[in-house]
C-alpha cells in the first residue's frame, strides 16, 4: 500500500523491529522498498525489538531489548522516538528513566491508567519525566474508519467528543488500526476531505509528527 497509494501516510510496525529481518528472510528482494519507506518516514519502526511486557522480564532484558532494537533500527537507518508500549498489564516505575537514558524522547501507553488526561508527565523514582501519551480510548480508537466521507466524520466526531474534555492540547490522537489488522485501503483521502466538515484542522500524521 505505501508502493501504491501516496495518500496513504505512514504505518505504525507496532514499536518493534523484530519482524523486519523474519520479512526479509523470506521476501529479501523488498529490503530496498523497506528501506526506502523508512528513511521517508513512511515505515516507523522500533524503538524495542520486541513489545516487552515489563513484568515477566528482568530489568537487564528491558534494556537490551532496547538496546538491541536501537541496533536493528541503525541498520536501517532510522528509530522512531516514541516509547510505544501500548498494551503491556501494567508498567515499571523506572521506564522513564530508562526511555530517556535510551535517547527516547515521549512514551505513549493504555494500560495502567484510569481517568488521567491524555497528555500528561510521566516520572521515576529518580526524577527522570517524559511527555506521555495516554490511549485513553484505546490504541486503536479510529481502527475499522469507515471510508465514506460522512460515515468518517461521524467516527472522528465520536472520538474528538470522547477525547477533547481530557486533552490539555487541542490536540487529539486517533489511531487509525490495531492489533493483527490490514492497512485501511483509501483511508488517505477521506481524512483529507473530512477537515472541513468535523469544523477543525486534522492532518494525517504520526505520534511523533
Not at 4 to 11: L, M, V
Not at 81 to 102: E, N
Not at 137 to 144: D, E, H, M, R, V
Not at 170 to 183: A, E, K, S, Y
Request: glycine share 10%; aromatic share 8%.
Amino acid at each position: 500500500m505505501l508502493d501504491s497509494d501516496p495518500t496513504y501516510h505512514s504505518f505504525l510496525l507496532d514499536g518493534q523491529t523484530l519482524l523486519l529481518d523474519d520479512y526479509l528472510a523470506i521476501r529479501p528482494e523488498r529490503e530496498p522498498d523497506l528501506r526506502r519507506h523508512i528513511a521517508h518516514g513512511r515505515l516507523m519502526i522500533g524503538p524495542w525489538y520486541i513489545l516487552p511486557d515489563e513484568f515477566l522480564v528482568s530489568p537487564e532484558a528491558t534494556v537490551r531489548n532496547l538496546m538491541l532494537g536501537a541496533k536493528v533500527c541503525a541498520r536501517f537507518g532510522a528509530r522512531m522516538p516514541v516509547g510505544y508500549t501500548p498494551d503491556p498489564f501494567g508498567h515499571i516505575s523506572q521506564l522513564p528513566q530508562i526511555l530517556a537514558a535510551c535517547g527516547i524522547e515521549a512514551a505513549a501507553l493504555q494500560r495502567g491508567l484510569s481517568d488521567e488526561s491524555t497528555e500528561l508527565w510521566w516520572e521515576a523514582p529518580d526524577g527522570t519525566r517524559l511527555l506521555t501519551i495516554y490511549f485513553r480510548a484505546g490504541y486503536g480508537n479510529l481502527a475499522w474508519a469507515p471510508t465514506t466521507p460522512d460515515a468518517f466524520t461521524r467516527a472522528v466526531e465520536r472520538q474528538i467528543n470522547q477525547l477533547a474534555p481530557h486533552a490539555h492540547t487541542p490536540n487529539v490522537l486517533l489511531m487509525n488500526g490495531t492489533d493483527h489488522m490490514l492497512p485501511s485501503a483509501g483511508i488517505g483521502g477521506v481524512d483529507r476531505g473530512s477537515e472541513r466538515s468535523v469544523g477543525r484542522a486534522g492532518r494525517a500524521g504520526s505520534q511523533h509528527r
